[in-house]
């Protein structure tokens, strides 16, 4: 068969496309399945389970079977209906589920074998033995059954996200919702329609149907214009309201590019967050299919999909269709294939007393009980009182009545009701808030209700809002009436398809019935029915009616079927947008970044900082040495780390003092201005939480750090205190971490570097001892401040100036210290000086360590009240005999392996006797071995024994002297020169 | 979901890191005979009914407002919000 006349394609151009390697061509307008029938293409995929030969069934987003492949390279895109998809130029289809080709399929063998392929076939039959499940059967299933091929490459597309507020969302395009966006536009409410199709209209594109006498497209494209004039509406074509969620937010894909040959830059698909104050769901209603003995045949489809591709798209399956129906509806399309010059081979109608609606021979009271055709539909078989006879017809359609679009109503718990006039579930009573369905999806069929019922619901929700807006105008339109009979499928023995998608028959529904599986939750899980990609919207009323019938109770005693978010399938790249690869999270670079770039650093993630972790010079072929030359210089010389990365929270007000003892477990309202103390904080259950310094800047003013991963972290908790716990006192927090570049300066040599910058200030030992800080300006005037502490335990600064500056200090520093030797060091460096020092981090402040456990339990004031002190004297945490200490193989050239656990020397390795773990360890270049801290049971009654660390993922095992935890001047005199 | 923030209106929950029950204002006094009991309650009882439930959110990329938020839980719908430092502040506390 080829093009009919008229239809709303643009036939002054040609567009050239393939399906499965084979050219054809189509005109603007079509879509890839309206295309390939006017090519008379019939056959276009294989099923699911089956592989049986299957055609185009529906006109819409609902489509079960002509699922396809498009486009190829990284842009392969599997499962895609070609229903909905825009045709274009230079498009690539591919069928799927078929091999070696789609008219011969191997796996079609699987038809032969269906006996043995009914409903729980892999509950019953792949159950022993046990293991092979995972190994054999599941792979070979999947490889059997499934749908498209991904590309397994990357997505190269750009994909988007955005933010919509309006007053009404109107979600459809057809004649109700044209109708309820006029009425709230012209009142002046802010209003979004949305609508899947590339073309506004809905069903109106599909009918014959006039408006004010003229054809329905004259009116639609006035309304377009005039939306187009008004300010307060923004028309969204191509775009899917796939689910409603809390508080009026849907949610929205828009299909940006997908109609292009190339996206060209062009954002793919933009998901859309709609805050909407109320919404009207005018989603129109899907027709669903009778049931009978082979009608999963190509050819045979929607009745009112082949009115549709013949009104609209000017195409048509066969030169002669027979209509199998059990409503009006289908009589229409009988009524306007005939005028498009289609032969009409019979209508079959399932209610005895139905009419015929034009020049066509009706069987009423028929029931059409099976089909020819292999690869496409020959003749059917018609039953009518008794008799029987086949019927030549290239394609049949089929009406069994239309299910309105109720599905974005369940999202939120609207359970439909069942209509029996309708034969229909409409939307209940309740169901998402601000959501009024109107049109077809409310169950108003024909095109004067649907416009009717647009206008008034827009007028409700106007009403609700306080915006008047009066009822426009409607044209005048088709006021038929429609009556249906209870007809969902054809009894027979051979198998009648319910679920195309799925492979679904009425033959599985009975099994399942058999054997208990009556509830419509067991059913569906049982039979699988309604769980394909299109979400059962052509089989799930179906399927429940077939249970109805099974079971003598009615159908909604059968229960109801409701829809969850997606409407339709939703591509997984348009939920991320742009936050794939380096946008998946904010990377964040320390002001000297790009310097540390430049002098060869290596680059670590910390949460979202990128810290140096080492810097690597000529010559250098191993890390180790680079971290070892970096650890030595700051031990022997002057070391420069960026040390930005670091908490910092500015902490203001008259009871500073007060509200940091109350966080901090150790005293910290005696701080004197000037000086700089250590600080724990412990979580409310008693562990130690976080450390850090806090330097108390004036009275009223401290500056305290926390770990670099904490850092928001502390800051929440210490807004929750300072907000919810004590309001009462004067204190205001702010975080400055990004606000000041910090560098720490560490080494004997570094008071003769920062000499050479401060400007005239007194950095003699007596001045400003080891844990002073004040503030003062450096480099000729720039505001710095300077806090004397030490993480590597030498003669140590750190140095602040705003972050801008950072980079100019560093290369600043390095240019002045080059004769001191002065050295950037890295974070693998800092891990070894800390280390060799016995300086707790991350890996012993894990949240499992208490107070005690690092050798800070003296800390732990119990003098006053602070977050976390009662729970830690808890007999739990104060009984934890584990204490931190230094580990050191006995041979040498030992390794020490951080996570190992400790064991006494001749205990089993099992879960009673292990003693503790090691948290971290290195190799010292100090020490000359690696080392490690670890905590251990009475650790520091222990100093001198000799345990055994046990590493049984690597199955190795190492004897370790315990020491203590410092490895490095031991008194602290260096800090303190 | 939109809370409705004391001071900037309407904002989408997004925004916001969620806590829980809003009793964890409510901190124990540790200088009482049971704190340690108290304690323990506090840190690591909570309620979570279905129905109507005080919680605490923090509206962390916006103004850092901690807010105690009244919320259907079955429903979800917000019945309103308050600034949380209002809560202690607008009753008498004992021990304080």
């Known amino acids: 068969m080829t093009r009919l006349a008229g239809g709303l394609i643009d036939r002054s151009r040609t567009l050239n496309f393939s399906f499965d390697g084979k050219r054809y061509q189509g005109h603007p ?17 294989r099923s699911f389970k089956y592989h049986r030969p299957r055609g185009v069934l529906s006109a819409g987003s609902e489509e079960p079977n002509a699922i396809v492949e498009l486009r190829s390279g990284a842009r392969q895109e599997p499962n895609t209906r070609a229903t909905v998809v825009e045709l274009f130029e230079g498009l690539q289809a591919r069928s799927q589920n078929r091999w070696p080709s789609l008219g011969f399929d191997a796996l079609a063998i699987n038809d032969l074998l269906s006996p043995f392929l009914t409903a729980g076939f892999y509950y019953k039959t792949f159950m022993w033995p046990k293991g092979f499940w995972e190994k054999l059967y599941e792979p070979a299933i999947r490889r059997a059954a499934g749908l498209g091929r991904l590309s397994m490459q990357a997505d190269p597309d750009i994909y988007d996200k955005g933010f919509l507020h309006c007053d009404l969302l109107v979600i459809g395009g057809g004649a109700a919702g044209l109708a309820a966006a006029l009425t709230a536009a012209r009142g002046g409410a802010r209003v979004i329609l949305a609508d899947e199709d590339f073309r506004l209209g809905g069903q109106l594109l599909s009918e014959t149907g006039t408006l004010d006498g003229g054809q329905a497209t004259n009116w639609i494209s006035a309304l377009e214009a005039e939306f187009e004039s008004l300010p307060n509406i923004r028309v969204m074509r191509r775009t899917t309201v796939f689910g409603v969620y809390d508080h009026g937010i849907y949610g929205a894909v828009e299909s940006v590019s997908d109609h292009f040959p190339e996206a060209n830059g062009c954002v793919r698909q933009t998901l859309w967050r709609i805050t909407a104050k109320r919404a009207i769901l005018a989603a129109g209603a899907t027709e669903r299919p009778i049931a009978f003995a082979d009608n999963d ?302 002098q060869g650093a290596v680059f670590v993630e910390v949460g979202q900082w990128m810290r140096a972790q080492y810097f690597a010079r000529a010559g250098e072929t191993h890390w180790r040495q680079s971290v070892d030359r970096e650890a030595r210089a700051v031990r022997g010389a002057v070391g420069l780390c960026d040390v930005t990365t670091l908490g910092k929270i500015d902490v203001q007000g008259a009871d500073v003092g007060e509200f940091l003892n109350r966080l901090y477990c150790n005293m910290m309202a005696t701080l004197k201005v000037g000086r700089v103390r250590y600080g724990l904080m412990l979580r409310e259950d008693g562990f130690a939480y976080d450390d850090g310094t806090c330097a108390r800047l004036a009275e009223d003013h401290c500056v305290v750090t926390t770990t670099t991963a904490n850092a928001g972290l502390v800051y929440r908790n210490m807004e929750f205190a300072r907000q919810c716990l004590w309001p009462e006192l004067d204190v205001q927090l702010i975080s400055t971490t990004d606000a000041w570049a910090q560098i720490a300066v560490a080494g004997p040599k570094s008071r003769a570097l920062l000499a050479r910058i401060v400007d005239g200030f007194d950095l003699s030992n007596e001045a400003f001892p080891f844990m002073a800080c004040a ?163 009475n650790g520091d009654e222990r100093l001198g024994e000799v345990i055994v660390a046990a590493n049984p993922l690597e199955g190795e095992s190492a004897r370790l002297r315990v020491v203590p935890a410092h490895f490095v001047d031991p008194e602290g005199a260096r800090l303190r020169e | 979901m939109l809370i409705p923030h004391p001071l900037l209106g309407p904002r989408d929950a997004q925004e916001f890191t969620y806590l829980g029950d809003a009793r964890l204002i409510d901190r124990p006094d540790s200088s009482a005979p049971d704190a340690e009991a108290a304690f323990c309650d506090y840190v690591f009882l909570r309620d979570n009914p279905a129905g109507v439930h005080r919680e605490l959110w923090f509206h962390e990329q916006g103004d850092r407002s901690w807010l105690v938020v009244t919320r259907d839980t079955v429903t979800h719908e917000v019945l309103g919000a308050e600034l949380a430092r209002n809560v202690p502040l607008s009753r008498t506390r004992c021990g304080k």
Not at chain 1, 32 to 45: D, E, P, T
Not at chain 1, 812 to 837: C, N, S, W
Not at chain 1, 863 to 868: A, F, L, Q, T
């Open chain 1, 775 to 937: 503030e003062l300006t450096v480099c000729d005037g720039l505001r710095a401040r300077l806090f004397r502490i030490s993480f590597s335990g030498e003669l140590a600064y750190e140095v602040a100036v705003p972050a801008r500056y950072g980079h100019a200090l560093i290369e600043r520093l390095m240019e002045l210290g080059a004769d001191l030797g002065a050295t950037p060091y890295g974070t693998e460096a800092l891990g070894v000086l800390r280390i060799e020092k016995g300086h707790a981090a991350g890996p012993e402040l894990n949240g499992q360590a208490t107070a005690a456990m690092v050798g800070l339990g003296s800390m732990v004031s119990q003098k006053k009240d602070s977050v976390g002190a009662v729970m830690s004297r808890r007999e739990g945490l104060a009984g934890d005999r584990r204490r931190l200490v230094g580990l050191r193989a006995v041979d040498p050239a030992g390794k020490v392996v951080s996570g190992s656990h400790l064991f006494a020397e001749d205990a089993p390795r099992k879960f009673d006797t292990d003693q503790g773990w090691i948290t971290s360890a290195c190799y010292s270049p100090h020490v000359g071995s690696m080392i490690g801290l670890g905590f251990l049971e």
């Open chain 1, 297 to 598: 045949r190509p050819g045979i489809m929607l009745a009112g999909a082949m009115r549709a591709y013949a009104n609209r798209w000017a195409a048509c399956p066969s030169e002669t269709v027979a209509v199998f129906t059990n409503n009006d509806d289908g009589h229409h399309t009988a009524r306007d294939l005939a005028a498009k010059g289609v032969q009409i081979a019979a209508v079959i109608d399932a209610r005895p007393e139905a009419k015929a609606r034009g020049d066509y021979r009706l069987i009423a009271g028929g029931m059409v009980t099976g089909s020819r055709g292999r690869l496409g539909l020959k003749s059917i078989k018609v039953q009518e009182n008794g008799r029987s006879e086949w019927i030549e017809c290239g394609a049949l359609g089929v009406s069994g009545g239309w299910n309105p679009n109720v599905h974005l109503f369940s999202h939120h718990r609207g359970r439909p009701v069942w209509n029996e006039p309708l034969q229909a579930f409409l939307p209940g009573e309740e169901g998402a808030l601000g959501l009024i369905p109107a049109g077809a999806a409310a169950g108003h069929f024909s095109t004067a209700d649907a416009l009717r019922s647009g206008a008034q619901a827009a007028q409700r929700a106007m009403d609700e809002l306080g915006i008047a807006a009066s009822l426009p105008d409607l044209p005048r339109a088709e006021e038929a009436d429609y009556t249906v009979a209870h007809v969902f499928h054809v009894p027979g023995k051979k198998r009648a398809w319910v679920d195309f998608q799925n492979d679904v028959t009425v033959k599985d529904i009975k099994l399942a019935h058999a054997e208990n599986m009556g509830p419509v939750e067991h059913l569906k899980r049982y039979t699988t029915l309604g769980m394909a990609t299109d979400q059962g919207k052509t089989s799930n009323v179906t399927g429940l009616a077939v249970m109805a019938e099974l079971t003598g109770r009615s159908i909604p005693e059968t229960g109801t079927t409701i829809f969850r978010p997606p409407y339709t399938p939703v591509t997984l790249s348009v939920l991320g947008g742009g936050d794939v690869g380096r946008h998946f999270r904010p990377r964040r670079l320390t002001p000297t970044h790009h310097w540390a770039k430049a």
């Open chain 1, 29 to 45: 307008g079509d879509t890839l399945a309206s295309a390939l029938l006017a090519n008379g293409v019939r056959l276009v995929g």
